[in-house]
């Protein structure tokens, strides 16, 4: 995709590539199938520009959490590449140096929070990793200056995970990435545990942020309307690959891959009179482990044809902004 600065983007990943090694089920050994690959991810390619909120979107399984991971270095990519700003690939780079630009955000903060930490201490440890020891002196005002950031009263120092709210906890969360200053979180469904209006409050913070600190995002969702309120850019992902990519814009309003056309349909309507016209999405995902010569949408998609279960589609612009992987762009 064409990117609207021309500055170099603050994250590249090119052809990202994750096979992970399949066990046999006992059903393996007799019917006698041997050990197979998954591949979540198929050769993925995106960018982040500095501030800018990227959202992904798919449905479970198509491998957002895994293209997180591999990016933040919790996974290790089978291929493909990771560049940061600088022009150097992230596999130059040690873990510290690594986490002091990226950090993750997970959906569940209370398995992340260490519940015998209060939460000065598990801010005061995040810090510590990055203060240089003459400045731990100033350690309990940064403390205080993260508290404030996430919106948290400074009474919270106190607390331990459990006493806090899920919103609360969330903010903790979010404290304890910005702790060490990265430019990019990768925040994986970090609402989607949350009820709704916490969702709203913990989003509005997320664009405050990125206001005020300039941070960039990967955020993933499943939830439309999350990506939505959220994103500058979307990219839609379905059996580890990109499908389409495009503004915010040229996604919610002109969308052009079936399989976002179906997502969109989906999305639940406020208004109770509205019929949701969801019929498209109907049938299973296909088994991750089976390789697929053509179109990986092609088992759903209402517009198949032959054409398109024997060949793979390229990811092809139909605008500045916007590119969809399916041949039939033209015609539907
Ligand atoms: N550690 C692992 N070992 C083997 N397979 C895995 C592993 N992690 C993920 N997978 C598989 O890789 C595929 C992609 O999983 P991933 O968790 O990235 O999807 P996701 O889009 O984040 O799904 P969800 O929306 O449910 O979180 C899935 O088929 C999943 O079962
Ligand atoms: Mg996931």
Request: include cysteine.
């Amino acid at each position: 995709m064409v990117s609207e600065s021309h500055a170099p983007a603050l994250l590249t990943v090119q052809n990202l590539e994750k096979r992970y090694g399949s066990r046999r089920r006992l059903g393996d050994f007799l019917t006698g199938k041997q050990a197979g690959f998954l591949h979540a991810l198929k050769g993925v390619s995106l960018h982040v520009n500095e501030g800018e909120i990227v959202g992904v979107v798919g449905e479970s399984g198509c491998g957002k959490s895994t293209l997180g991971k591999c990016i933040v270095g919790l996974q290790r990519p089978s291929d493909g590449t990771v560049i940061w700003s600088d022009g150097r690939s992230m596999d130059q780079f040690s873990r510290f140096e690594r986490s002091t630009r990226i950090q993750m955000v997970f959906q569940d903060p209370y398995s992340s929070l260490n519940p015998r930490f209060t939460i000065g201490r598990l801010l005061k440890e995040a810090l510590a990793t990055h203060v240089p020891a003459s400045n731990k002196g100033d350690l309990a005002a940064e403390v205080d200056r993260l508290l404030g950031i996430v919106g948290l009263p400074l009474s919270l120092k106190q607390k331990f995970p459990y006493a806090l709210s899920g919103g609360q906890r969330q903010r903790v969360s979010i404290a304890r990435a910005l702790a060490v200053n990265p430019q990019l979180i990768i925040a994986d469904e970090p609402v989607s545990a949350l009820d709704a209006s916490v969702q709203a409050q913990i989003i509005n913070l997320f664009e405050e942020i990125r206001h005020k600190l300039r941070v960039a995002f990967l955020f993933v969702a499943h939830d439309l309307n999350v990506v939505k309120r959220v994103s500058d850019r979307v990219l839609v992902m379905y059996l580890g690959e990109i499908v389409e990519e495009g503004s915010k814009d040229d996604i919610f309003s002109r969308p052009r891959h079936p399989y976002t056309r179906a997502l969109l349909s989906a999305i639940p309507i406020a208004d109770p009179s509205v019929r949701n016209p969801s019929a498209i999405l109907e049938g299973e995902l296909p088994d991750p482990h089976e390789t697929i010569a053509g179109c990986a949408f092609s088992s759903r998609c209402p517009y198949v044809t032959e054409r398109c279960r024997q060949n793979h589609p390229e990811l092809t612009p139909v605008s500045g902004t916007q590119r969809a992987r399916c041949i039939r762009l033209a015609e539907i």
